[in-house]
């Protein structure tokens, strides 16, 4: 039951370039979208969330786009620094308030010198 | 900044025995979860716990697992019988307001049954 889906498993992008990770949903009572950080040993880190009554959610070098209708997010990093090797996680959530969310695989990025 | 404090980071234990694992979540959060991965797979969520009581969860939480808040500061997961299969990462997690506005996660549990 793969109601999130990550298909790239890994990205390498030199730094200073954007770093695009996406995920696609099949669940259409998602309406909250997030996207957390994990470096080893540690726990997910939460980075940005978007609503789906928007498109396009910003925060410094991390902006996510939501396309409804091909329901598809994405997570753009800009510029891409070291610091922002790590495994991404997208998570979906069924309605505001809800209290689990669904993650998906995760993409291994890598920011090489 | 708070930290969602778990313990202990490693725990390795036999087949059939029952396991505690212990988090501290962030004082002023009402909303407390418990979440696992698999080596390899996604995290996955098992359980979330609001008011005392749990508020959802998963078909993976059977009745071999239970959850408790005994005190004002401590949220424990409880395994009563280890399978091989329950050998993942254990995460607990907290939140002021639910799941929407980003979970604070701790560093996890690792467990091992052998």
């Known amino acids: 039951d793969q109601q999130v889906k990550q298909n790239s498993p890994s990205l390498s992008v030199q730094e200073g370039r954007i770093s695009i990770l996406n995920c696609d949903y099949t669940n259409s009572m998602f309406d909250y979208f997030l996207w957390y950080k994990k470096y080893p040993a540690e726990g997910p880190t939460f980075l940005i969330s978007i609503s789906s009554i928007k498109d396009k959610n910003e925060d410094g070098r991390f902006t996510v786009f939501l396309n409804k209708s091909a329901k598809h997010l994405s997570l753009h990093i800009v510029p891409s620094q070291p610091g922002d090797s790590a495994v991404y996680f997208c998570?979906?959530?069924?309605?505001?308030?809800?209290?689990?969310?669904?993650f998906g695989q995760g993409t291994r990025l890598t920011i090489n010198p | 900044e708070p930290e969602v404090t778990q313990t202990p980071s490693h725990q390795v234990t036999q087949m059939g025995q029952e396991v505690i694992l212990r988090c501290v979540p962030i004082?002023?959060?009402?909303?407390f979860y418990w979440y696992r991965q698999i080596l390899g797979q996604k995290v996955e969520f098992l359980v979330s716990?609001?008011?005392?009581?749990?508020?959802?969860k998963s078909e993976i939480f059977d009745d071999q697992f239970s959850v408790e808040r005994p005190d004002g500061s401590n949220f424990t997961l409880k395994i009563r019988s280890t399978k091989l299969e329950d050998s993942a990462m254990y995460f607990c997690?907290?939140?002021?307001?639910?799941?929407?506005?980003?979970?604070?996660f701790g560093s996890g549990t690792r467990l091992t049954v052998v």
């Open positions: 004082s002023n959060h009402l909303y």
């Open positions: 997690a907290s939140s002021e307001v639910g799941a929407n506005y980003g979970y604070t």
């Open positions: 998570a979906a959530s069924a309605y505001q308030g809800a209290q689990k969310l669904v």
């Open positions: 716990f609001y008011n005392n009581e749990i508020s959802e």
